[in-house]
């Protein structure tokens, strides 16, 4: 399986590329983590949110592989726990080769994106800085996965 990352970012510190580098090489050869960083468009004093949210979501729709399984990230997402989390991973392991986590820039993402995605997901009603949420999300994946393998890391 193929587990892509799309995110609008200006810039990710070494610290989170460090983390997130980490967490992607702990998979066996079975999954295969992609990064792609796409740039925001620029915010200046008079920008316009919607069109900006509405380009920008667009941007990230069309670097999406074909029959790519797709979750938004979205603060209005369904909230799950580490079981459930488990239990969507093994159907995504059963229903793609392709699962796309899709990251908004810091306004979010277009109502037409989360339509178009197969599932979006809120990881907490609180706001985290932009560079940490790639991390949770891999280490999450992670986790589950590794429940999947009967591995001890979630002891």
């Given at each position: 399986?193929?587990?892509?990352?799309?995110?609008?970012?200006?810039?990710?510190?070494s610290?989170a590329?460090?983390?997130?580098?980490?967490?992607s090489?702990?998979?066996?050869?079975?999954?295969?983590?992609?990064?792609?960083?796409?740039?925001?468009?620029?915010?200046?004093s008079?920008?316009?949110?919607?069109?900006?949210?509405f380009?920008?979501?667009?941007?990230?729709?069309?670097?999406?592989?074909?029959?790519?399984?797709?979750?938004?990230?979205?603060?209005?997402?369904?909230?799950?726990?580490t079981?459930?989390?488990?239990?969507?991973?093994?159907?995504?392991?059963?229903?793609?080769?392709?699962?796309?986590?899709?990251?908004?820039?810091?306004?979010?993402?277009?109502?037409?994106c989360?339509?178009k995605?197969?599932e979006?997901?809120?990881?907490?009603?609180l706001?985290?800085?932009?560079?940490?949420?790639?991390?949770?999300?891999?280490?999450?994946?992670?986790?589950?996965?590794s429940?999947?393998?009967?591995?001890?890391?979630?002891?």
């Open positions: 399986m193929n587990i892509n990352f799309l995110t609008i970012e200006s810039s990710r510190p610290w590329k460090e983390a997130f580098e980490d967490y090489s702990r998979f066996n050869k079975s999954i295969k983590v992609n990064w792609n960083g796409l740039k925001p468009l620029k915010r200046t008079n920008y316009n949110k919607d069109k900006t949210i380009q920008e979501s667009e941007l990230l729709l069309s670097a999406v592989k074909e029959r790519s399984y797709l979750v938004c990230l979205d603060k209005s997402g369904k909230s799950l726990d079981l459930q989390l488990k239990s969507r991973f093994e159907g995504w392991l059963t229903a793609t080769n392709n699962l796309t986590f899709l990251i908004g820039g810091p306004d979010g993402l277009s109502q037409n989360l339509d995605s197969n979006n997901w809120s990881l907490s009603p706001t985290f800085p932009h560079a940490i949420v790639p991390v949770m999300i891999i280490e999450q994946i992670y986790r589950v996965w429940m999947t393998q009967n591995h001890p890391y979630h002891r």
